[in-house]
């Protein structure tokens, strides 16, 4: 048994989920893609909107960065809580040790821009930044291309 509860809705894939610790530094930020980059695909998104997912993560790296943050200590620890529905890709982003992400820096402009909607919020007293990108799937689609008919 797999656990996955759409095996009995024929054409519906539930909710995956997967949490991934890195380094907050170049390697780390190519692992946190490449996690990204298939979870994107397995719900469904564009190439274009993977390409967006991929440059979110490494914008949300780059908001834990020293320079981006008032007192922080090199050797940040990124968690990514990476969720994916048919048509939908969230992605909820904090660092150890924990510590605000300034709203003001570029790389949440950048973070805004890319994705559906964006918040900094708490996830269990710690803070976080959530990405969603893309609508969850309704159903089968029911659009047709002109002259297919």
Known sequence: ???????????????????LRVRAEPAGVRLARTAVTCEAAAAGLSVDRIGDAQQIVAELAA????SQTAGSAAGSTLQLDITSLPGQLRITASATPARRPSDSAFAWTLIEEL???AMLR????????EAVIGHPA?????STVPGSA
């Not at 809705?9 to 949490?19: E, L, N």
């Not at 908001?63 to 020293?66: E, H, I, N, S, V």
């Not at 309704?138 to 029911?142: A, I, M």
């Open 1 to 19: 048994m797999s656990g996955d509860a759409s095996e009995s809705i024929p054409g519906q894939r539930a909710a995956a989920a997967v949490t």
């Open 63 to 66: 908001l834990w960065q020293p």
């Open 115 to 117: 994705c559906d909607r």
């Open 122 to 129: 708490d996830v269990a007293g710690q803070p976080a930044v």
């Open 138 to 142: 309704t159903g089968p689609s029911t």
